[in-house]
């Protein structure tokens, strides 16, 4: 029942009926609440409808299932920042890196949330760590200049970023 349940739930989402997935995945639940396959149909269909509180809801419920998965702690960072709620997004990226201390993503939303919070040293900390994990990523490195910046590290800012005559090559990269 659970495959053909998860299957109906997917298949709205997948189609962009991200309520009618919400209801679905929810209807699933009852008869089979540890399913994390439900939640995470949740988790994604409120976030596309942009009702991050319950995404993150969502993934907390993700959490208490699967406490070692780095992913749904970084999720659940993610949403929580959306959703306004930064002391608790921070504790997640934190819970996240602690499992998985290289994990690009997280680094990279950690470092935006810290942006967010003012905290320019932290932040350049974690966007250089991005840089670290994955140095092909433009993304990590323009936040990681960013961030230099805001600190007064002009050098290292400039090391991050091509001249600006290669800017074109940097931009094309970025996508």
């Known amino acids: 029942m659970a495959s053909t349940a998860f299957d109906a739930a997917a298949a709205e989402y997948r189609a962009g009926r991200y309520e009618q997935a919400v209801a679905l995945a929810r209807q699933s639940l009852i008869a089979e609440p540890d399913d994390d ?13 942009g009702r991050f509180e319950e995404a993150a809801t969502a993934f907390r419920q993700l959490t208490e299932l699967k406490a070692a998965s780095a992913e749904h702690w970084s999720n659940l960072g993610y949403m929580l920042r959306l959703a306004g709620q930064q002391q608790e997004a921070e504790a997640a990226f934190v819970e996240a890196l ?8 997280t680094l990279l939303n950690y470092g935006l949330l810290l942006m967010d919070m003012s905290r320019f040293g932290a932040a350049r900390h974690r966007f250089l ?27 290292r800012a400039e090391q991050l970023l091509p001249p600006p005559g290669e800017w074109n090559a940097l931009d094309a990269e970025a996508r």
């Open 129 to 155: 760590d991005a840089v670290e994990a994955d140095p092909s990523q433009p993304e990590a490195r323009i936040y990681a200049a960013s961030a230099c910046f805001e600190c007064g590290d002009i050098v």
């Open 37 to 49: 396959r439900f939640w995470i149909v949740i988790a994604m269909a409120a976030h596309k409808l």
């Open 98 to 105: 602690r499992i998985a201390p290289a994990a690009y993503g």
